[in-house]
């Protein structure tokens, strides 16, 4: 089992970027894919990244793909979602998710979640 906590999220303007960090507890963070996902009021949670579980490979949302770089540090138990270029539709909650599947992009995959760290992008 492995417990996740966000942290990062804040207040911006449109154009501007933040940096969000995952910190996953456990020995066996590295046996994990690690997902993004987010969640607007009113919407689905959908999914924003992930990333395999070595680092070498990741699939990314087409609403994010060239602003929203996913990485993980397997040393320091965490992975990271670097935000870029923000627009206002990126307003949600953030929420890091772990998976025993790599590449996969549903949320019923990832049996973990962290309790999300909210973004607001402003016009």
């Known amino acids: 089992q492995v417990q996740l906590i966000e942290s990062g999220g804040g207040l911006v303007q449109a154009g501007g970027l933040l940096r969000l960090s995952c910190a996953a507890s456990?020995?066996?963070?590295?046996?994990?894919?690690m997902g993004w996902f987010r969640q607007a009021p009113g919407k689905e949670r959908e999914f924003v990244a992930v990333?395999?579980?070595?680092?070498?490979?990741?699939r990314y949302a087409d609403s994010v793909k060239g602003r929203f770089t996913i990485s993980r540090d397997n040393a320091k138990n965490t992975v990271y979602l670097q935000m870029n270029s923000l627009e206002p539709e990126d307003t949600a909650v953030y929420y890091c998710?772990?998976?025993?599947?790599?590449?996969?992009?549903?949320?019923?995959?990832?049996?973990?979640w962290g309790q999300g760290t909210q973004v607001t992008v402003s016009s």
């Open positions: 998710a772990a998976s025993f599947l790599s590449g996969v992009v549903t949320t019923s995959a990832y049996p973990y």
């Open positions: 456990g020995r066996t963070f590295a046996s994990y894919a």
């Open positions: 990333i395999d579980e070595s680092g070498g490979s990741t």
